[in-house]
């Protein structure tokens, strides 16, 4: 009997530790920068991407295919974040835009300085020079990708 009582004991406490596990690896947040979010999101298969890194400016991203959509065959993909610490005032290039209702803020930095917080979504868009030689841009209509980090993503189209 009191080896019955012993073993139910143990396989007690070894199936708490296996849920705790589960459980803390479930709440776990994603850490890193939104750049880590999308080399997990490539190495996932999720989609393909192709980048540059510099030790000056971080890493950029050139080309993103999703679904068969690709961002990057037919101009430069402007990298937009609903963060506002991440809005570029310096170069003029910070113009604000609506999507859905949620404000969005064009970034002046490579997406391995963004910095992931819950929450965090990143559109991807075209722009054009609003007038040329002002480095004024703004969003194109077209296709679009909207990435919820970690590991959403969804294409979209700009009315």
Same mark, same amino acid.
């Given at each position: 009997?009191?080896?019955?009582?012993?073993?139910?004991?143990?396989?007690?406490?070894?199936?708490?530790?296996?849920?705790?596990?589960?459980?803390?690896?479930?709440?776990?947040?994603?850490?890193?920068?939104?750049?880590?979010?999308?080399?997990?999101?490539?190495?996932?298969?999720? $989609?393909?991407?192709? @980048? %540059? *890194?510099?030790? &000056?400016? =971080?890493?950029?991203?050139?080309?993103?295919?999703?679904?068969?959509?690709?961002?990057?065959?037919?101009?430069?993909?402007?990298?937009?974040?609903?963060?506002?610490?991440?809005?570029?005032?310096?170069?003029?290039?910070?113009?604000?835009?609506?999507?859905?209702?949620?404000?969005?803020?064009?970034?002046?930095?490579?997406?391995?300085?963004?910095?992931?917080?819950?929450?965090?979504? $990143?559109?991807?868009? @075209? %722009? *054009?020079?609003? &007038?040329? =030689?002002?480095?004024?841009?703004?969003?194109?209509?077209?296709?679009?990708?909207?990435?919820?980090?970690?590991?959403?993503?969804?294409?979209?189209?700009?009315?």
């Amino acid at each position: 009997m009191r080896k019955i009582l012993t073993s139910l004991l143990i396989v007690a406490i070894l199936a708490t530790s296996v849920v705790c596990c589960v459980a803390c690896q479930k709440d776990k947040a994603f850490e890193g920068s939104a750049f880590d979010a999308f080399k997990a999101l490539k190495d996932a298969g999720t $989609i393909e991407m192709e @980048y %540059t *890194e510099s030790a &000056e400016y =971080g890493a950029w991203i050139s080309k993103i295919t999703y679904d068969g959509l690709v961002m990057g065959d037919a101009g430069y993909p402007m990298i937009y974040v609903n963060n506002r610490k991440y809005r570029d005032e310096l170069q003029g290039m910070g113009n604000d835009y609506t999507y859905n209702g949620e404000e969005f803020y064009a970034s002046n930095v490579g997406v391995s300085s963004i910095v992931f917080e819950e929450g965090m979504k $990143i559109l991807v868009v @075209y %722009t *054009e020079e609003v &007038e040329p =030689g002002t480095y004024t841009y703004a969003v194109k209509k077209g296709p679009a990708l909207l990435f919820t980090l970690p590991n959403g993503v969804e294409k979209t189209t700009i009315d």
